[in-house]
């Protein structure tokens, strides 16, 4: 059959595969030798761990939408780059949080506020290790192994923190053959009876290409409550590599929002656990490529305690020849009995060559469960568009307002109005030219 691949052809594909893999590495290799505070424990482990799991092999499933060439063949160097207050302040969100500040993945403590108030803050131990990972995969282990400062956080029990946490990550590109490249790395522990809110923000220095890549950790304590954004704007050359880990105790509440709305290829996991039980968790994205980009988002959520209720609604608004994938999993275990866990894929394609691949995925093994997932794909409703220009609306004026609209119900859950207005400004900014 015409573009099947014969046996050969599929072992020369495979062999050339491997020759680039073994090539990545070696260039990833020289950077972990460069790395500061090579000597870190964590580190290492975590390198040994990533040449292990390897580059995706030739048609890995896992792999199948995220195209790794350009990463692949590209020869990256660590950024260092100084940033002063006022350009600090032109690129931060202007809410009134405690601000930690990492520029290049450098923890910068000019930049970073003196009072954490009740949060304890401290740079990583070269011999502490973090927790092992929820659900491993080759990019988590990488910027484990890379990240030159990770930052440990944490919130006592019974303690409510009045203000955000504000997590600003700021990255560098620069002119010539060799990437810059940023690794940011956080872990947070809250205790329990505490209550808390973070806030993630990734930008760009400049507009030259660069590779982020960043690795969030949380454990979430009993009866706690815990509210997470992220807001990715970072330039349309970023290449964006991001694994978020939750970990859920018991009779805890957790939001968990990501509003993915910059970089040429994205690829974000957040992988969960609900461990006690009568927990309950809401998971939501909403991402929006233009051009050509790629945005990749991936859930992973265990259910592993009884009485225990999850929700996630992931959006996504395709532009031009652009190109979404989401991929979801919720998978119960045997003793998670009473489990009632929703996932929703909705995506609205605005371009005539936009694409997207949805698969949303239930494995149960308890009986006396409810759990339910769906996917849907579309276009504008002419009707609406058509309602709305016959009441004297203008057209392009018109798709925004039905744009935004399938959007809020993400927006409208983020409390920070600040926060709000900076992602509806973001949305706003990429709409322009619909």
Request: hydrophobic letters at 35%; one cysteine or more; charged letters at 20%.
């Amino acid at each position: 059959m015409a573009g099947l691949l014969t046996n050969s052809e599929r072992a020369e594909k495979r062999a050339q595969v491997a020759e680039l893999n073994e090539q990545a590495m070696a260039r990833f290799s020289k950077l972990f030798e460069k790395r500061s505070g090579a000597d870190s424990s964590h580190a290492s482990a975590n390198w040994q761990k990533t040449q292990q799991v390897g580059f995706p092999t030739f048609r890995h499933e896992d792999w199948h939408y995220t195209p790794l060439q350009s990463i692949l063949t590209t020869n990256f160097d660590y950024a260092k780059s100084s940033v002063d207050e006022n350009a600090c302040e032109a690129l931060a969100l202007p809410i009134d949080a405690y601000r930690i500040v990492l520029v290049d993945g450098h923890y910068s403590s000019a930049l970073s506020s003196i009072d954490t108030g009740p949060f304890q803050v401290s740079l990583l131990d070269n011999q502490e290790l973090l927790p092992a990972p929820i659900n491993s995969e080759i990019f988590l282990h990488l910027t484990e192994s890379l990240a030159q400062q990770p930052v440990v956080i944490h919130l006592a029990a019974n303690n409510q923190a009045e203000k955000p946490l504000y997590l600003l990550n700021i990255s560098s590109g620069k002119d010539g053959e060799e990437v810059n490249t940023s690794q940011y790395r956080y872990h947070i522990t809250l205790g329990k009876n505490s209550q808390a809110q973070v806030i993630e923000h990734f930008v760009s220095l400049n507009d030259k290409a660069h590779f982020t890549g960043s690795r969030l950790t949380v454990e979430v304590g009993d009866n706690a409550q815990f509210k997470h954004f992220k807001l990715n704007s970072e330039n349309e050359q970023v290449q964006h590599f991001a694994h978020n880990d939750i970990k859920i105790g018991r009779d805890s509440q957790v939001l968990s929002s990501s509003f993915l709305l910059g970089a040429k290829l994205t690829r974000h996991h957040t992988s969960t656990q609900l461990n006690g039980e009568n927990a309950n968790l809401s998971l939501n994205s909403l991402l929006l490529p233009k051009n050509t980009e790629i945005a990749d988002t991936r859930t992973y959520l265990e259910h592993n305690a009884e009485y225990c209720e999850s929700r996630q609604l992931h959006k996504v608004i395709a532009m031009d020849s652009s190109k979404a994938v989401f991929n979801g999993m919720i998978k119960v275990s045997p003793n998670a009995l009473k489990t009632d866990g929703q996932m929703s894929n909705n995506t609205l394609l605005l371009g005539d060559k936009a694409e997207v691949d949805t698969k949303p995925q239930l494995e149960i093994y308890a009986d006396d469960v409810k759990c339910g997932h769906g996917a849907t794909v579309g276009r504008i409703d002419e009707e609406q568009l058509f309602y709305l220009r016959s009441r004297g609306i203008d057209g392009k004026e018109a798709k925004h307002m039905i744009i935004i609209a399938f959007a809020a119900e993400l927006t409208e859950s983020i409390a920070s109005e600040e926060l709000k207005q900076a992602v509806m400004t973001s949305i706003r900014q990429r709409l322009a030219e619909v």
